[in-house]
């Protein structure tokens, strides 16, 4: 199975102006932990997650003064469509992270997140017997 059809094409894009609460408005409202940082002076986009807000508030910052510019996530890491969803999660691992912004050449064309991934894999039967004496914590 590919990138292209396992991703959302719908992507929540903002400016990096937006603060932190802004950011985490538009993601809670539209149920993405992530967002696609689009910034005409910079060189391509960047990315704000959840874990990069979380980080913040945990720092102490204030998430209504703080600017989604001064939180990207660092070493972005682009997949293309034609990817197999098996090299998306090898990146993901290797790079720490559980957002992939999806582009065809220049343009962005979704984002693929872990759960994504395991959607796609759970839908395809990849799924177990749960062990006899397995307890939720």
Known sequence: MQVSEGMSSVVLTIGPGHTLREAARQMAQ???????????????????????????????QSPSD??????LS?????????????????????????HLVVVDGSEIVGVLSMRDIVRCWTGDGASCD???GATAA
């Open 30 to 60: 539209r149920g993405v932990g992530a967002a696609v940082v689009v910034d005409p002076d910079a060189q391509g986009p960047g990315i704000i997650t959840e874990r990069d807000i979380l980080e913040a508030v945990a720092a102490g």
């Open 66 to 71: 703080e600017h989604v510019s001064e939180h």
């Open 74 to 98: 660092a070493h972005l890491t682009f997949a293309a469509p034609d990817w197999s969803l098996e090299r998306a999660a090898e990146a993901m691992v290797a790079g720490n992270f559980r």
């Open 130 to 132: 749960v062990p006899e």
